[in-house]
C-alpha cells in the first residue's frame, strides 16, 4: 500500500495526471466549439489558414512544416489550438536574451584560442572544410594533439570517471539529462560531496524534465543546501508546451578545465548495467584532456548563468600550463601520439543552425570506403536519408546499428519505418540483439568519427541543446571502429527476406506515425 501511494503522489504521477488534465480541457473545448459556436470555429477556420500561410514561410526544414500543414488542414480547430500549444520551440525571450548575452561573451573567448585550422588545411582541405564549419557555426576553435580515449561502455566510463573526480583540484562541472539516485550518482554525489569540503568549486546542472521520474521536486534547492550549486535546467511548469522543446540533452563532465568526458552515457545505474531495464545497455562515452575541455567549460557556463546571476570572469576556469601537465601525470602519453585533431562542438534549438545535422551529413558526404553509425532512434529527415542512400550508391559501406529491445515502442516502429528505403539501397541496418543500443558514434574512412549526444532523430537536430566530438585521424577512431565491428557480431541484419515478412498492420502503424515523426 505504501509502495503504490508513493508512486501516486511521485513528481511524475502528478505531472503525468496534470498533461492529461490539459489534454482532456483542449478536446473537450475543441468539442464544445465545434458544435456549439459556429462562429467562433469560423474564425478558427481563418485562424488555419493563416497559421498554414505562417509555417510555408517559416525558415526550417519541409519535412518539419509538412505534419503540421496537414493536421491544421484536416483538423482546424483542433490543429490550430495544438500548434499554439506546441508549435513554439524557443525559450521564453528573457532567457533567449540571456543565453544570447552569454553566447556572444564565450564567443569571445574563443577568438582568442589557438586554432589549429591552418596546420589541417596544409595536411586535407575536405577535412579542413568540415572543421571550418563548426568554427563558423559554434565559434569553437579546432585542437591538435589532445589526448583522447573511448568507452565502449558505461562501466568503463564509470570507472574512469570517478578516478577523474577525485584528482580535481579546483572545479568539477557536470551537466546531464537524466539522474538518478543508486550506485552510480550516489557514489558520484560522495565525492562531490568530498570535494566541496576541500573547497573545490562543484556545479551540477540537470535537465528537469529528463529527471521527472528520477528526481524528487525541488532537488536542486536540496542540493544546493547541502552545499553542492545545483540548478534544474529549463523548470518544468505545468503546461503543455514546455514538455517536449529546449530540453537539455548534453551529457558533460569538465574537471579543473584539462578533462572533458562527453557522450551517451547519463547518471543512473541502467547505463552500467546495475540495473537491467532493455536488456544490456550498450552506450558510448571520450574523454578528452588538453585544451578542448576548456571548450566544454564554457559551453557549461552558458547555460549555467542562464538561472545563476553570476558575473564570473570565464578566463577563471582557463588551465594555467601547470595544470595540463598534471592532467597527463596518470595518463598513457603513448595514446597522445599522432592522436590528429579534436573539434568539440554544440547545438542550440534557439537559431535555426542545425549544426550536429551538418556535422553528420559533412561526414556522410565525404565517406569514400566505409561509414559506421550507432544510433538508439533513426527518425531522419529527406537530406539525412538521401545523403546515406547516395553514400551507398558510391560503393561506401553503409552501416548502421540500432537497438533490437526499443525504450519506447511507438519511437522504435519509427525507426523501423525508414528500414526499407535504406535497405533497398545497399544500406545495412542491424539491431542489437542484447538489448539497447544507445550509443551516438559515427566512424568513417578511419579519418573522421563524432561522439556526442546526438541521437538521428529531429528531437536531437532541431529541439535540443546537445554536443559532441569531432575527430579527424586521431588514435581514438580506430577505437571507435573496432567497438562497432565487435558490437555486430551480436547482431541481426535487416534484410530484404526479414523486411518482406512485416505484417500489414505493422506496416500501416509504421506509414501512418512516420508522417508525423518530426512532431513525436
Known amino acids: 500500500m505504501r509502495k503504490l501511494l508513493k508512486v501516486l503522489t511521485s513528481r511524475f504521477s502528478i505531472v503525468t495526471v496534470l498533461i492529461l488534465f490539459q489534454l482532456f480541457v483542449l478536446l473537450f473545448s475543441v468539442f464544445a466549439i465545434s458544435r456549439n459556436y459556429a462562429s467562433i470555429a469560423a474564425i478558427f477556420w481563418l485562424l488555419s489558414f493563416v497559421m498554414i500561410l505562417g509555417i510555408i514561410n517559416k525558415h526550417t526544414n519541409p519535412d518539419v512544416k509538412l505534419p503540421w500543414v496537414l493536421v491544421i488542414s484536416l483538423l482546424p480547430v483542433l490543429g490550430s489550438m495544438l500548434y499554439l500549444v506546441f508549435g513554439s520551440t524557443k525559450l521564453r525571450r528573457k532567457e533567449q ?33 568540415q572543421s571550418a564549419y563548426i568554427t563558423n557555426a559554434t565559434a569553437i576553435p579546432l585542437c591538435e594533439e589532445e589526448f583522447s580515449m573511448y568507452f565502449g ?33 550516489d557514489t558520484i554525489l560522495d565525492i562531490l560531496h568530498q570535494k566541496r569540503k576541500e573547497g573545490i568549486d562543484v556545479r551540477v546542472l540537470y535537465d528537469d524534465v529528463g529527471c521527472v521520474a528520477t528526481l524528487p521536486y525541488g532537488y536542486a534547492e536540496k542540493l ?52 537491467n531495464r ?14 578542448a575541455p576548456y571548450c566544454f567549460a564554457l559551453a557549461f557556463l552558458e547555460l549555467w548563468n542562464l538561472y545563476r546571476k553570476s558575473d564570473d570572469d570565464y578566463n577563471v576556469f582557463r588551465p594555467l600550463s601547470e595544470d595540463y601537465a598534471n592532467a597527463f601525470a596518470n595518463v598513457n602519453l603513448s595514446h597522445t ?19 550536429g545535422k551538418l556535422v553528420f551529413l ?22 539525412l536519408l538521401t545523403a546515406l542512400q547516395l553514400a551507398a550508391k558510391r560503393n561506401v559501406d553503409v552501416r548502421i546499428i540500432t537497438p533490437f529491445i526499443p525504450d519506447k515502442w511507438l519511437v522504435h516502429e519509427i525507426t523501423r519505418s525508414y528500414y526499407h528505403e535504406l535497405v533497398s539501397e545497399s544500406v545495412h541496418i542491424y539491431e542489437y540483439t542484447q538489448g539497447f543500443m544507445h550509443a551516438k558514434n559515427m566512424v568513417s574512412d578511419d579519418l573522421f568519427a563524432t561522439v556526442g549526444t546526438f541521437n538521428m532523430d529531429y528531437r536531437s537536430f532541431y529541439h535540443h541543446f546537445e554536443c559532441g566530438v569531432w ?5 581514438i577512431i580506430e577505437d571507435i571502429k573496432k567497438d562497432f565491428l565487435d558490437t ?33
Open 337 to 355: 601520439l599522432n592522436s590528429g585533431f579534436v573539434h568539440p562542438y554544440v547545438n542550440s534549438p534557439l537559431d535555426d543552425e542545425l549544426t
Open 488 to 520: 555486430l557480431v551480436v547482431c541481426r541484419e535487416i534484410t530484404p527476406e526479414y523486411l518482406s515478412k512485416t505484417n500489414v498492420i505493422n506496416h500501416l502503424i509504421r506509414t501512418l506515425f512516420k508522417i508525423f515523426a518530426p512532431l513525436l
Open 278 to 291: 532493455f536488456g544490456h545497455w550498450k552506450d558510448s562515452a571520450v574523454m578528452l584532456k588538453g585544451k
Open 362 to 383: 559533412n561526414i556522410i558526404n565525404q565517406s569514400t570506403k566505409y561509414l559506421y553509425i550507432t544510433t538508439p532512434y533513426l527518425i531522419i529527415d529527406n537530406e
Open 224 to 275: 544546493t543546501k547541502e552545499g553542492i550549486p545545483c540548478v534544474a535546467f529549463n523548470p518544468y511548469r505545468p503546461t503543455l508546451r514546455t514538455i517536449l522543446h529546449n530540453r537539455d540533452h548534453r551529457k558533460i563532465c569538465v574537471i579543473d578545465g584539462h578533462t572533458a568526458f562527453t557522450g551517451g552515457i547519463n547518471l543512473a545505474d541502467e547505463y552500467i548495467n546495475h540495473v
Open 471 to 475: 575527430f579527424y585521424k586521431s588514435s
Open 97 to 129: 536574451r540571456i543565453l544570447l548575452k552569454h553566447a556572444k561573451l564565450t564567443g569571445k573567448i574563443y577568438e582568442t584560442e589557438d586554432s589549429a585550422i591552418d596546420k589541417l588545411e596544409q595536411l586535407d582541405l575536405y577535412a579542413a572544410s
Open 153 to 185: 561502455s558505461g562501466e568503463e566510463f564509470f570507472e574512469r570517471l570517478i578516478q577523474e573526480l577525485s584528482n580535481a583540484q579546483y572545479y568539477i562541472f557536470l551537466e546531464y539529462f537524466i539522474i538518478q539516485h543508486g550506485i552510480m550518482w
